[in-house]
Nanobody
Framework: QVQLVESGGGTVQAGGSLRLSCTAS????????IGWFRRAPGKEREGVAW????????RNHDSVKGLFTISRDNAKSKVYLQMHSVNPEDAATYYC?????????????????????WGLGTQVTVSS
């Protein structure tokens, strides 16, 4: 079955960096798109970044442009979220999700309802 496992979360100082990983199994990543979402206590789930694994097309939430980078390693079935200049507003549980039904429409990348499978999340805490 399809399984997504997030890792790399933890506590980071404000202004610091962190890299999250999403490891996929049971799915051909080449035929999918991967999104990173986050949810902070009391807030709505929001899309952070997205990538089409085959073509490497990416999108980012405006609040993380230039700060967070999404990338993939097809050979390792991994997708990464490199986070730089982390601030307290970035503290949340981060989830990766995969959309396995093409076409992958860039305009809906942050609509969580389009995703088919989700990981259990990894917690990011920001200390000031």
């Amino acid at each position: 079955q399809v399984q997504l496992v997030e890792s790399g979360g933890g506590t980071v100082q404000a202004g610091g960096s962190l890299r999250l990983s999403c490891t996929a199994s049971g799915v051909r990543l080449d035929d999918s798109a991967i999104g990173w979402f986050r949810r902070a206590p009391g807030k709505e789930r929001e899309g952070v970044a997205w990538i089409t694994v085959k073509d490497g097309i990416t999108r980012n939430h405006d609040s993380v442009k230039g700060l967070f980078t999404i990338s993939r390693d097809n050979a390792k079935s991994k997708v990464y979220l490199q986070m730089h200049s982390v601030n307290p507003e970035d503290a949340a549980t981060y989830y990766c999700a995969t959309d396995v039904d093409p076409p992958f429409i860039t305009s809906r990348w942050d609509n969580w309802g389009w995703y088919d499978y989700w990981g259990l999340g990894t917690q990011v805490t920001v200390s000031s």
